[in-house]
């Protein structure tokens, strides 16, 4: 599968989950409400410029952006159009803000250099082919003294589903998630201040397939495998995870979180 026809199948896939992704979306949404705390933390101390969030989504840390930076200029993209469109609908809706500036866009080819204040990355950097050339591409566009924010799903999420499928002897189509001495490598030779933290969360579904359909929901299903499971192999995971868990499925996701901030600005 080439980058760009995977690429195609995500934009395709949450922009189906428009109507369905508030409702599901519960790794996301704490993901950009433990983002959004970190946002209030160093706001009074950033640098002068303009506000970037790649994968604005349905909105849940924009609405936060708007309230915290009530006088700067906010850009809100992703590389998904319905979401764009659906983040500008809500926003209008519920944040009153003077300068929004909405717009596709893939963050993995963000052409920006010493362009923001501040960039702000929830629930996306995982999907990205080339995790250190476009966390670099980030850390580029930030100005002196910018900072960078991300929240995603780290190595060791979803381990349930792993750990089923080898019981029932069937290939994980789940994507392999960035762990964070990965993600810290990428930062070593740079002149930055990095900090990264997890945090576990437990979802609880009452079969299987409720869980599967709760990927499904929000559009986040596309799987970079190669090959992925039959109708038959389905069926087999399924019926061997409920018959394993008769009381309910519980999974766990593990958030990583990841803050970089850019010498060069006042005091450092």
């Known amino acids: 599968m080439t980058e760009a026809s995977f690429k195609a199948r995500v ?10 992704y508030d409702c599901h979306a519960d790794e996301q949404r704490v993901g950009a409400a433990t983002l959004a705390a970190c946002v209030a933390e160093c706001a009074g101390n950033l640098v002068e410029g303009p506000v970037l969030e790649i994968g604005c989504g349905t ?4 609405a936060s952006l708007a309230e915290l930076f009530p006088e700067r200029r906010l850009e809100l993209t992703d590389l998904a159009p319905a979401m764009v469109a659906h983040c500008r609908q809500k926003m209008a809706a519920e944040a009153a803000h003077p300068d929004i500036r909405y717009r596709v866009l893939d963050g993995e080819q963000l052409a920006s250099e010493g362009r923001y ?7 996306v950097v995982h999907w990205f082919a080339d995790l250190r050339a476009g966390l670099q591409q980030l850390l580029a566009a ?13 190595a060791g999420s979803y381990a349930e589903w792993h750990r089923q499928c080898v019981l029932q002897g069937i290939p994980c189509s789940a994507n392999a998630l960035p762990d964070l001495a990965s993600v810290a490598c990428v930062f070593a030779d740079e002149s930055v201040a990095v900090r990264q933290w997890e945090q576990v969360i437990a979802l609880r579904f009452p079969t299987a397939h409720a869980f ?3 990927f499904k929901s929000t559009g986040a299903h596309t799987s970079a495998r190669l090959s992925t499971l039959g109708p038959a192999q389905l069926r087999q995971l399924l019926c061997g995870w ?3 868990c008769p009381n309910g499925v519980e ?9 970089v901030k850019k010498a060069g600005g006042c005091g450092d």
């Open 142 to 154: 930030l100005k002196p003294g910018g900072q960078l924010l991300c929240s995603y799903p780290g």
């Open 11 to 20: 934009v395709e896939n949450f922009s189906r989950s428009t109507s369905t």
């Open 59 to 62: 909105g849940f840390l924009s």
């Open 251 to 259: 999974i766990t996701c593990a958030i990583h979180y990841l803050s």
């Open 242 to 244: 409920d018959r394993d």
């Open 212 to 214: 599967l359909r709760h």
């Open 117 to 123: 204040a501040l960039i702000c990355a929830s629930f």
